[in-house]
């Protein structure tokens, strides 16, 4: 197998503010895996919030490919990964996650089979995504909110954790002014206090909003389990649910589970918490990192196991990449063809396109 990487910047169309910070782009890290003529792909952004640059993930991805050196088929390592034997301990969930991704788009191409044909979904798998509105103001909000139910999209996320609360509920009250029929969804990422928690939330339910995801800072799993046994909303963890062990601690004790395949490991260990949550009473969310169409695939493959599907990063760049899920319209989706189904986009401005991949080249 040769493996090997390009790092690359992704550009948002505008800057996205959340309560801890605002992002106006990230660089993403493709890995390509080839053998045999076949090529599949994975992608790995970059996250202050984790700790990881490009540098980083470039140097964790070059390690990982060498340890495929140990497997003789993308089959095998396939296997390999999926029984924990690699990457090495220690490695970064998004890495591991890009790996993967790599391999089930090369497993599936040998196949003739889309990722979640190997992931035992006969059909392909469609989702209604939310879609993100940022901290902003109420008119930009609710123009925006206009713009997106017109498109088609059902789910809007609305991020809070303004300075001034109120600032928040106006947002909130703005955008179901402008989209009386939209699903909403509360992202305050961690700003709020308990007590703040505790005021606000019956004040979101008036409002319609459908669930609030990780209200309370991070770091109290026990405080989020408490608020969401009282809270009038349904209480989605995301911070506070990086990975399994994380995810059995709440499972039954708060609504819905954020699993981002970059936070958890991927695939394998995403499907190992939906199968910890199915019938605990807590909620399977799927959520993403801005990324491109590449670095979401993965997790469109598994939009069926869902109730809150929020895969919507690469809808927020100012020229994607790749091409092959939708999401335009508010539904994201996977086909038929063999592997992820993405391909690149040709002449692309200010991109790249990834074939062929040699930047950083480790030949096994």
């Not at 088609?152 to 928040?168: M, R, T, Y």
Request: aromatic share 2%; net charge neutral; with cysteine.
């Amino acid at each position: 197998m040769k493996v090997s990487q390009r790092t690359v910047r992704l550009e948002l169309t505008e800057p996205l503010r959340i309560s801890r910070s605002t992002m106006a782009a990230r660089d993403a890290v493709w890995l390509a895996i080839e053998h045999h003529g076949l090529r599949g792909y994975g992608e790995a952004v970059t996250s202050t919030y984790y700790g990881l640059d490009a540098a980083r993930l470039g140097r964790l991805l070059n390690e990982a490919a060498r340890e495929l050196a140990r497997c003789a088929t993308p089959e095998s390592a396939l296997d390999a990964l999926r029984a924990g034997e690699l990457p090495a301990p220690g490695t970064p969930p998004a890495v591991t996650a890009a790996v993967e991704s790599a391999l089930l788009d090369l497993v599936g191409k040998r196949a003739g089979l889309p990722v979640h044909r190997l992931l035992g979904t006969p059909e392909p798998p469609r989702a209604a995504t939310a879609r993100t509105i940022g901290i902003t103001s109420c008119r930009a909000a609710a123009e925006e909110a206009g713009r997106l139910t017109r498109r088609g999209f059902s789910v809007l996320k609305i991020k809070a954790g303004a300075p001034d609360p109120e600032d928040d509920l106006d947002r909130v009250l703005a955008v179901r002014n402008a989209a009386p029929h939209a699903r909403l969804l509360l992202d305050p990422n961690g700003a709020w206090s308990p007590v703040l928690a505790d005021a606000l939330l019956p004040r979101y339910a008036g409002l319609g909003v459908e669930a609030v995801e990780q209200p309370l800072a991070p770091g109290d799993p026990e405080a989020l389990a408490a608020l969401a046994e009282r809270s009038p909303l349904p209480v989605i963890a995301d911070e506070d649910a990086v990975g399994f062990e994380d995810a059995r601690r709440l499972a039954g004790r708060v609504h819905g589970i954020n699993v981002k395949l970059a936070k958890c490991g991927g695939v394998t260990a995403a499907l190992r918490i939906a199968d910890l949550l199915a019938g605990s009473g807590t909620e399977l969310m799927l959520g993403c990192l801005t990324a491109s169409t590449l670095g979401l695939a993965p997790a469109v493959h598994l939009a069926d196991r869902a109730r809150w599907t929020d895969l919507d990063g690469h809808l927020l760049l100012a020229h994607d990449p790749w091409t092959g899920i939708g999401g335009t319209d508010g539904t994201v989706r996977t086909g038929r063809e063999p592997g992820l189904g993405v391909r690149p986009v040709r002449g692309t401005a200010g991109q790249e396109t990834p074939e062929p991949v040699r930047d950083r080249e480790a030949a096994q």
